[in-house]
């Protein structure tokens, strides 16, 4: 065996004054460059050895939905359909390792719900605790090849970032495309010609929900023309979809009829919530707003998400571990050291606003904000350890802001 100097690293041989920095041990000595091998050594053969899991480490449907409840208010039945979904995607990952004659085909998911209900905010909370890459994208973006916009292949470019780069790990991840109403077909004819942002981006996503082997550009699309493409396997990725839908709700009216008046009205109208008729919603609704039959066909799940009332949306303001209440306590209680504190009349009074802006659970937020602007930007400049919000002076805020933005 080499008898190396005290100054050269026991494992490559080379001297301090070659690596910058070397580490000593008990027999030997190591430099940062061997350090730093040696780590990534030890990643490479934890993600091999996780790969090789098994189902008894998922969390099951009701261990999902518990965890969805300590972020998001109500829409139970949307977290039951969202935490099957992801429970299923684990099963069908299982599957793969052996040669069951019954292949289990994977169920996309489709969420509908108004602007500010909780649909992106459910998938940004699923994706905390599962153990399969999960990447967010919006639909908004995506066009067809050969226009300025993204292409429909940059949807597993997101993945693929999220997985490292490791095409193993992003054959089995999650999806989910927000805001897939915006790519509804414009009108109920068929294009003859190229539909920019609407149903040729529909057609190019049928490979991908389906599943095909795609060829992705790993640093987007026609920014890096050079760039070596990445073959990508999506038969085992799962995608969700959401999407607000705006004025859905008047194709399922027609659909029920529910505008019959005189005495040829159905008794069953009476039975009908007009107030939240996304719980009627059905696939053909889907079809007549502007999704194709084909894409509807490939997202065999669908489901809503609830109106949110008064009760809901101030529940939303104080009870979930990350509300809107808690950060703002957080923010001024980091660094600054200053307590916050708000009257039970200053959270009715921001409900109220929210309704009346008909923003949902974002309306909360930006109420909010306008309330603390002032106090945020005077408070870490100054002594003062306690500020407690009354009524006259959020009052005193927004009346402030409306003013200036009338």
């Given amino acids: ?34 350090a730093e091998r040696a780590n990534e050594m030890f990643k490479e053969s934890k993600r091999v050895a996780k790969s090789e899991f098994s189902i008894n480490e998922f969390p099951r449907p009701k261990d999902i939905k518990n965890f969805l409840d300590q972020y998001v208010i109500g829409q139970d039945d949307a977290k039951r359909y969202l935490s099957v979904a992801v429970y299923n995607h684990y099963k069908r990952l299982m599957q793969n390792k052996t040669d069951d004659e019954v292949e289990i085909e994977k169920s996309n998911i489709i969420i509908v719900g108004a602007t500010g209900t909780g649909k992106t905010l459910l998938a ?6 599962l153990k399969v890459p999960f990447a967010i994208v919006d639909a908004t973006v995506l066009t067809e090849a050969g226009y300025v916009g ?51 981006v529909q ?29 990508v396997d999506t038969k085992d990725i799962l995608f969700i979809c959401g999407g607000a839908f705006d004025g859905i709700e008047k194709k399922i009216a027609q659909r029920m009829n529910t505008q019959v008046i005189g005495f040829t009205s159905n008794v069953k109208n009476k039975q009908i919530d007009k107030n939240n008729l996304l719980q009627y919603i059905a696939p053909q609704d889907l079809k007549s ?6 894409i509807i066909g490939r997202l065999p799940i669908l489901t809503y998400l609830n109106p949110l009332d008064r009760t809901t949306l101030r529940n939303i303001l104080t009870e979930p571990k990350n509300s809107i209440i808690k950060q703002y306590i957080k923010i001024f209680e980091m660094v600054d050291n200053v307590k916050l504190s708000f009257d039970e009349e200053v959270l009715e009074y921001i409900v109220n606003k929210a ?21 945020m930007f005077e408070i870490p400049s100054s002594e003062q350890k306690e500020l407690h919000i009354t009524l006259e002076y959020a009052k005193e805020k927004i009346e402030k802001n409306d003013a200036l933005s009338a």
């Fill in 1 to 34: 065996m080499a008898k190396y100097s005290k100054e050269c690293c026991t494992f490559c041989g080379h001297p301090e004054h070659q690596v910058g920095m070397l580490l000593s041990g008990i027999n030997g000595l190591i430099c940062s460059d061997c």
């Fill in 124 to 129: 940004k909370t699923v994706a905390r605790m």
């Fill in 355 to 375: 309704i009346e802006f008909k923003l949902g659970a974002r309306g909360l937020r930006s109420i909010t904000e306008d309330i603390m602007m002032d106090a």
């Fill in 150 to 200: 993204e292409d429909i292949e940059s949807i597993l470019t997101r993945l693929l970032q999220v997985a490292d780069y490791k095409v193993e790990e992003a054959e089995r991840g999650i999806v989910f495309i927000d805001e897939i109403d915006k790519i509804a077909r414009k009108s109920d004819n068929p294009s003859i010609t190229r539909d920019v942002s609407g149903e040729g």
């Fill in 289 to 294: 707003f502007g999704l194709i039959p084909e």
């Fill in 203 to 231: 057609q190019g996503l049928l490979k991908l929900l389906e599943g095909s082997i795609v060829n992705v550009p790993p640093q987007g699309g026609r920014k890096h023309p050079e760039q070596k493409l990445t073959p």
